[in-house]
């Protein structure tokens, strides 16, 4: 079964500190894998896009690392402010385009 | 540009009724997906229509159907609603080519009663 795991589930940092959110997956033969925010109750703004071929893509504060060999990409949210408050989520795109997601870390930052 | 649309934003509707909901993919997309998502959970893939086809589907028994217009538009339907169909479902488009990166609209909210 193709599983995606984020850890943590949940984190909460005092505004300007710099963090990572870890995403795990079993399957290697990954197309490409985003990473997306979600506010509460509404849709998801895609952040990043690594393709298979690349190791990571970089968007202002956010820098994004894919490593297929060990199933595994961090986010990383540099000088966090309040407005990064929201739902983290990844997933990753199989040869068929279907995104296979996981569950979040929701991410709370403290003024 | 436009992006994503969704229709309608809110649904209640009552267990065993039919529901229909619509999407307009991004100006210049013409693969659009369907997504169900439960309170607290990752986004669960329903299927894919490209060229008025369905292309992929997800684990989702019958009562979940789709159509896409010849503008690219898509519907999704969902026949003897079950209490647990509500959900937020995402509607998201791409091109078929190229990195695929998905772009999603704001969802419809539907509450099953």
Redesign the interface.
Known sequence: KQE?TQIPAALSVPEGENLVLNCSFTDSAI??L?W?RQDP??????LL?I?SSQREQTSGRLNASLDKSSGRSTLYIAASQPGDSATY?C?W?DS?????????TKLIIKP | DAGVTQSPTHLIKTRGQQVTLRCSPKSGHDTVSWYQQALGQGPQFIFQYYEEEERQRGNFPDRFSGHQFPNYSSELNVNALLLGDSALYLCASSLPTGDNEQYFGPGTRLTVT
């Open positions: 995606v197309y490409n985003q997306f109750g509404k849709g998801l703004t895609s896009l393709q989520l997933a795109a068929n385009y279907q995104l296979i997601w996981g569950a979040g």
